[in-house]
């Protein structure tokens, strides 16, 4: 490539990268299909190394590429003092990414889904409103660098968000999960049926006091602990030392039912895919294992930092650098059926999807959440729904006593797979009527 060749003339490390996309998208709003649209996006990312300081810029305008090499070398004069090295190629493993059956999937296919999914709320609840968003997008990524490394890649991204809104007075009831994946599966509207479930089940209102009880997280509302670990477990905050885990690998921070992993090369999972966005191999990272903190996870930029090898976990958009992020997160499952977990409580409270996911000082591991669907458990059975619930705690207290993890495991928000988890103490909070 003549930019390439070009940059390396006049800086000490270049890569480029290239991405196109081509994503339909579907929307019903309100159980009526709203729009559908198409659009095509191509562009180009250039990083260097120059004189010690990173340089970025970016540009959708492939036909002036002088402009992006001149942007991309004045960056790097006001850029961050930097000790990284743009990878040299290594073997990846060989993840399925790209399924042209999703490629190539119709507008009319892609309606008929949400409608599919409109077929299976209004005969249980008519008074619902129903908002689905349907996307099927074809990536193309290419990297390239200094050191000859040229990899390309594709993937076939397919996502359906499903939100039900259901409101009867002053009750307001609202669901939402989504399904992602990169390979077609014939029970796409599993994630749809699960929902509609919950719908009914919700239907027997109960009421429940305020105390100390035990309480079960679904693999939905487990995101209330986990989004803080997760905030933790990034090298970049860890780098800028707001992290708890700071100087904490190779401790028991968490009780031992507790294990956590990273991993980049699922087949067909959303965030899976040979390499990262810096072209380093995707791998499966141990985060957290039998209670124990194994490490951070880290992108080249973080990882030079700190003095230590990439993670494989760099992320990023087109006008955007690479960061740390995770990419299929995954709690471990368990021992425990889930039926037996319920039936040893006397009272306490399942607790199945939440309202301002991320409130609180997350990064400390604090969380105060409000609960958009809660369900009362006596006497060893889930009895109805409580509403005006709430919760709040610490990560790094709660999770040092797990009294059980369910054998069960569930896929939420397309990239976060996990049990049910259960906590023998926890201050639930109910507003009086």
């Excluded at 992006?68 to 003092?81: F, H, N, Q, T």
């Excluded at 899976?272 to 380093?280: F, I, K, M, R, T």
């Excluded at 995707?282 to 880290?298: A, C, D, T």
């Excluded at 400390?364 to 809660?374: M, V």
Aim: proline share 5%; with cysteine.
């Amino acid at each position: 490539m003549e930019l390439l060749k070009q940059l390396s003339r006049q800086a000490e490390q270049v890569e480029v990268t290239s991405l196109s996309e081509e994503k339909t998208t579907i929307e019903f709003t309100a159980n009526q299909l709203k729009s559908s649209s198409v659009t095509e996006t191509r562009g180009m990312a250039v990083r260097v190394v120059r004189k010690g300081r990173l340089g970025f810029a970016a540009s959708t305008d492939l036909q002036s590429l002088d402009k992006l090499s001149a942007s991309v070398l004045e960056s790097s004069a006001y850029g961050d003092p930097v000790t990284l090295e743009f990878p040299s190629l290594q073997t990846a493993a060989q993840v399925q990414t790209y399924d042209p059956k999703i490629a190539k999937l119709p507008i009319p296919d892609l309606v008929e889904i949400g409608r599919q999914i409109l077929a299976l709320v209004m005969p249980v609840e008519p008074d619902a409103r129903c908002n689905v968003t349907i996307e099927r997008s074809v990536q193309t990524i290419s990297i390239q660098n200094h050191t000859g490394l040229d990899v390309h890649f594709q993937r076939s991204p397919l996502s359906i968000g499903f939100e039900i809104d259901r409101i009867a007075g002053d009750d307001v009831l609202i669901l939402y999960d989504q399904l992602g994946t990169l390979l077609w599966d014939d029970a796409y509207l599993e994630f749809a049926h699960q929902l509609v479930e919950k719908l009914i089940q919700a239907r027997t209102l109960t009421t429940i006091k305020s105390g100390s009880m035990p309480v079960v997280f679904s693999p939905i509302g487990s995101l209330a602990l986990m989004l803080p670990l997760n905030e933790g477990l990034n090298g970049k905050n860890a780098y800028k030392g707001t992290s708890p885990l700071v100087g904490k690998i190779g401790e028991k921070l968490f009780d031992e039912k507790i294990s956590v992993i990273d991993d980049g090369t699922i087949d067909g999972k959303f965030a899976s895919g040979p390499y990262d966005d810096e072209g380093v191999p995707h791998r499966r990272n141990i985060l957290v294992e039998n209670g124990v903190f194994k490490g951070f996870y880290y992108d080249l930029k973080t990882a030079a930092q700190f003095g230590v090898q990439t993670t494989g976990n760099g992320s990023r958009s087109l006008f955007s650098p690479p960061n740390p992020s995770l990419t299929n997160f995954i709690v471990q499952p368990g021992q425990t059926p889930l039926a037996e977990m319920i039936s040893g409580i006397d009272e306490g409270i399942l607790v199945e999807d939440l309202l301002g996911i991320g409130q609180g000082n997350i990064i400390s591991g604090a969380f105060s959440n409000p609960l958009s669907l809660a369900f009362k458990i006596h006497k060893g059975e889930i009895v109805g729904r409580v509403k005006n619930l709430s919760i709040a705690g610490n990560i790094y207290d709660l999770l040092t006593n797990v009294a059980a993890v369910s054998r069960e495991t569930q896929w939420v928000y397309s990239t976060f797979n996990a049990p049910y988890i259960l906590l023998p103490n926890m201050n639930v909070v109910a507003k009086e009527e």
